[in-house]
């Protein structure tokens, strides 16, 4: 006598439709590859030990990165690898198998006193400085308008910085 449901089982183990099974697949196979890859280097997100597919790009302090399948990325972690730490810049959120993303290299860490607490807190960043003009002349005074582009997480504490 046939046991249908272990039949069914099985036929569903790799997905309940052609799709899920072929995603499911491909997985596995990815991860099998990936592990293997000299691109696949050991990093650590947000002190996290994790391992990443990191692709270099026409900038050196600019990377395109791959998680290994079922794991995800958030915009603005930090990622400590080869001595150096890189922030999150892209997320693609369609991300079936993997998700990919990019990461720049951070300059700079940013310390600050919390105004309420009084504690010292630092978070790794870029800074930017955009290239213009930094004087501007009118009739009566030449005033500075300095501006940067400054990426650092966003969090609790770095929500309060002015």
């Not at 272990?6 to 899920?20: A, C, K, S």
């Not at 990815?30 to 990443?52: A, F, G, H, S």
């Not at 990191?54 to 990165?65: D, S, W």
């Amino acid at each position: 006598m046939t046991n249908w449901a272990m039949y069914e089982n099985r036929m569903r183990l790799y997905g309940e439709d052609q799709r899920e099974t072929n995603i499911s697949r491909s997985k596995r196979m990815i991860l099998k590859k990936m592990l293997t890859n000299p691109m696949c280097k050991r990093v650590e997100i947000d002190d996290e030990p994790r391992k990443l597919m990191i692709l270099a790009t026409a900038l050196t302090t600019k990377k395109k990165i791959y998680t290994l399948p079922d794991e995800n990325l958030s915009l603005g972690s930090i990622v400590l690898w080869n001595d150096s730490h890189w922030i999150v810049t892209e997320v693609d959120k369609d991300n079936d198998i993997t998700t990919q993303g990019a990461i720049e290299m951070c300059n700079r860490q940013l310390t600050w006193q919390n105004v309420k607490t009084g504690e010292i807190h630092s978070r790794w960043a870029t800074v930017q400085k955009p290239y213009y003009s930094n004087i501007d002349e009118n009739d009566v005074i030449s005033t500075s308008s300095r501006e940067f582009k400054v990426q650092m997480p966003y969090d609790e504490e770095s929500s309060l910085i002015d």
